[in-house]
């Protein structure tokens, strides 16, 4: 209600001002929330509610227009906080002309967000008291002291939030990981037998050879729900479930972190820049450590981001020279072939092995091992052969080492190509030898110690030497840290 007065410094000058008193109803709101769903928070937000509820009725003018209650939510965020947000729509449609919350933390600890939301209201003629701080900001130097007082909020967050990852990474230490839902456990790390099922044949079906899109459909057509219990099973999830070491019975703690805990902003801890905790043997695993490894080892095989994909042979098959792991490579389009890792440091195969510079193609290789009735696939494989090379400079068979009890056995090797096509294996530089038959001498040409025909010799000798300089150049990289023992293998650079 307006006053009018004389003013009492110059006469007919008339003084008006409001006198604090309004016939117009103000519509107040109020605004709870606790953290965490706690009971005792529980029941301080109740008790919080029922408060405000009586203190609006009871107040003279005020009717209550809505009490705004998020419970189990942080203040460092508003985009979560359902309430929060339709406490600002209804005032933006004119339903609510006042706020009362108990305090500037409980409104909100990020301060960009608090400012920014009391102006906002404050534009629109909605005011926000603060009852623990007694400020009002319709009132002038009320931005000052929010300000203040917000910060301070915001301070608090941050040092709680570094006392409990403290705390976090002393539990850590001691081995005791944080419980969140893994599908195939209840808490307590007891195993739930339905889920457990699934997840054993998730592993045998990969191992067996079968790939992620195909386990898909398969379990999708079993009538079997993704653990989330929403969607389809996808590639990703199988990947992230095969490479999770709980399955095992181990735990790896620490594989994210909070980098902001204003923005909450997560990140993935992969190259461990803040210390991770390892812990073998943590609980009862589902799939036996021998057959996680092995599925872990063939999912980082078939990474095709990382170079040649290395499947199924790669740490079974030997460089019968030296004993390194024989690498897979690509030399041209539907031509695959494996060489001599080397063991010596560098990265390419020259620096790294003083093997001669051999190449064997796989097709031959798997073919020999389907007629000896091996299997082709690396888990069924290494079951049954400890370790595969070749006799010393004899490229016509295979040595192979049973995975138990047995003596070696050799099989033979049969090439697919005739003899008068490029040879699959390279082991040695070409020469060429003057032999005398009968009357005359004749310039021959022998790959392998073989004789080859003349007519051929030449597209022969220009496919070796192309294939020998690829291998020579053959980028061979360690396994990135966090995967599977793998070398990394990438097509070699012609030299100048």
């Not at 709101?29 to 203190?55: F, H, P, W």
């Not at 370790?387 to 009890?405: G, N, R, V």
């Amino acid at each position: 209600m307006l006053n009018h007065a004389l003013s009492p410094v110059s006469s007919g000058v008339h003084v008006i001002e409001n006198t604090g008193t309004s016939d117009k109803t103000v519509l107040v709101g109020a605004y709870c929330r606790v953290s965490t769903n706690l009971d005792v928070q529980k029941a301080s937000l109740e008790t919080q509610m029922i408060a405000y509820e009586k203190i609006i009725n009871d107040h003279p003018g005020w009717v209550l227009a809505g009490i705004y209650a998020d419970k189990g939510l942080s203040g460092t965020s508003v985009n979560r906080r359902t309430e929060f947000q339709r406490m600002i729509a209804d005032a933006k449609e004119g339903k609510l002309n006042y706020i009362l919350v108990k305090s500037i933390s409980r409104f909100s600890r990020n301060t960009v967000d608090l400012l920014q939301y009391v102006r906002d209201l404050k534009k629109i003629g909605v005011y926000v008291y603060f009852e623990k701080e007694r400020i009002d900001t319709g009132k002038t130097d009320s931005e000052f002291m929010v300000s203040i007082f917000g910060a301070a909020a915001q301070e608090e967050i941050i040092s709680l939030s570094n006392n409990m990852k403290v705390g976090r990474r002393m539990r850590f230490a001691q081995g005791k990981q944080q419980w969140t839902h893994i599908y195939g456990y209840r808490r307590g790390w007891e195993i739930v037998p339905a889920e457990a099922e699934v997840i054993r044949k998730i592993y045998d079906m990969y191992l067996s050879g079968c790939s992620l899109p195909f386990i898909c459909k398969s379990l999708t057509e079993a009538g079997i729900a993704v653990p989330t219990g929403k969607g389809k099973w996808a590639a990703h999830t199988l990947s992230e479930i095969i490479k999770n070491e709980k399955y095992k019975g181990a735990c790896l703690m620490q594989k994210s972190y909070i980098k902001d805990p204003i923005r909450h902003e997560k990140v993935s801890n992969r190259n461990a820049l803040v210390p991770q905790y390892f812990k073998q043997d943590h609980h009862t695993p589902i799939i036996p450590k021998e057959e996680w490894d092995a599925a872990n080892l063939v999912l980082t095989m078939k990474d095709r981001k990382r170079g040649s994909t290395q499947y199924p042979l790669y740490g079974i098959l030997r460089c019968p020279v030296c004993g390194a792991n024989m690498v897979r490579f690509h030399y041209c389009k539907g031509e695959y072939f494996w060489t001599c890792s080397g063991q010596n440091s560098g990265d390419t195969r020259q620096e790294r092995s003083k093997c001669p510079l051999y190449a064997i193609h796989e097709s031959d290789l798997l073919g020999s091992l389907k007629d000896a009735g091996l299997p082709l696939e690396y888990w069924p494989l290494r079951q049954q052969v400890e370790s595969i090379t070749f006799p010393k400079y004899d490229w016509d068979h295979l040595i192979i080492h049973p995975a138990e009890t047995g003596a070696p056995y050799r099989i033979p090797i049969t090439y697919d190509l005739p003899s008068n096509s490029p040879l699959p294996i390279i082991t040695e530089a070409p020469h060429e030898w003057h032999l005398t038959k009968e009357t005359r001498t004749v310039l021959t040409t022998f790959i392998n110690g073989k004789p080859v025909n003349p007519s051929v010799a030449p597209r022969m000798l220009e496919r070796i030497c192309g294939i020998q300089n690829h291998v020579r150049n053959l980028t061979i990289l360690p396994p990135e840290k966090y995967e599977a023992d793998v070398l990394r293998v990438e097509s070699g650079k012609k030299s100048e």
